[in-house]
């Protein structure tokens, strides 16, 4: 079960054929922090696809739980500084928008492929 924060919605309709065409069952989508974490609050995912900027705030207090509890975190956004994202959370995977299907697949595959380091 793969968790998607995203608050554009079509993006979150591709993320989401993305994920199901990978096999995988999709935990979401939640387009702000505030849903994300009451989500998170009652089952945590496999792994999560991560927007960083949402309508009610930057998605880091669900960041920060999920990394606590070494959930593999993939952040996809056009708001992602990649050093700070990295340093904050360096086990994570960063994508910046705008991505293309098959890079965001390639992303996504190998962020499960590491699930096991995690």
């Given at each position: 079960?793969?968790?998607?924060?995203?608050?554009?919605?079509?993006?979150?309709?591709?993320?989401?054929?993305?994920?199901?065409?990978?096999?995988?069952?999709?935990?979401?989508?939640?387009d702000t922090v505030q849903s994300a974490s009451a989500a998170i609050n009652v089952k945590m995912p496999l792994c999560a696809i991560l927007d960083v900027r949402l309508p009610d705030g930057d998605i880091f207090p669900v960041a920060d739980k999920l990394y606590e509890k070494n959930i593999p975190i993939f952040f996809h956004s056009g708001h992602a500084n990649i050093i700070d994202l990295q340093k904050r959370y360096p086990k994570s995977k960063v994508c910046q928008k705008p991505t293309s299907i098959?890079?965001?697949?390639?992303?996504?595959?190998e962020c499960m492929r590491n699930m096991e380091n995690f």
């Open positions: 079960m793969i968790l998607i924060v995203e608050d554009e919605f079509l993006i979150a309709l591709d993320i989401e054929n993305l994920i199901m065409d990978c096999g995988f069952s999709v935990y979401g989508p939640y098959d890079e965001l697949q390639f992303s996504l595959t």
